[in-house]
């Protein structure tokens, strides 16, 4: 059974890191592109990165270019989202997400993934 668990979320402070992990089971994620997300309370879900099976890259928002990465361990089966120099506007529940269309790449649009986790929140205090 494919599962995506989220953990890592808290509360921080501005200025703060935080390191966000998503272990999947029920299938290997280094065959498929991965996404990070947020969705703060009252707002449209955001798409922040995506890593396709080759290791690539794709920056979904400007917002937190230079500050969030994404990276990937294939012997844990989990994909990571580093987050540096945290700003209030940050706090939302991150979400980590699977298209299980492989070779494919990084999709365009959120709905273009598959499958999704339930999500860890994220707090960033002022």
């Known amino acids: 059974q494919l599962q995506l668990v989220e953990s890592g979320g808290g509360l921080v402070q501005s200025g703060g890191s935080l390191t966000l992990s998503c272990t999947a089971s029920?299938?290997?994620?280094?065959?498929?592109?991965m996404g990070w997300f947020r969705q703060a309370p009252g707002k449209e879900r955001e798409g922040l990165l995506c890593?396709?099976?080759?290791?690539?890259?794709?920056n979904y928002a400007d917002s937190m270019k230079g500050r969030f990465t994404i990276s990937r361990d294939n012997a844990k089966n989990t994909v990571f989202l580093l987050m540096n120099r945290l700003k209030p506007e940050d706090s939302a529940a991150y979400h980590c997400?699977?298209?299980?269309?492989?070779?494919?790449?990084?999709?365009?649009?959120?709905?273009?993934?598959?499958?999704w986790g339930q999500g860890t929140q994220v707090t960033v205090s002022s």
């Open positions: 029920g299938f290997t994620l280094e065959n498929y592109a």
């Open positions: 997400a699977i298209d299980l269309n492989a070779g494919n790449g990084c999709p365009i649009e959120p709905l273009e993934y598959d499958s």
């Open positions: 890593m396709d099976e080759n290791g690539g890259v794709t």
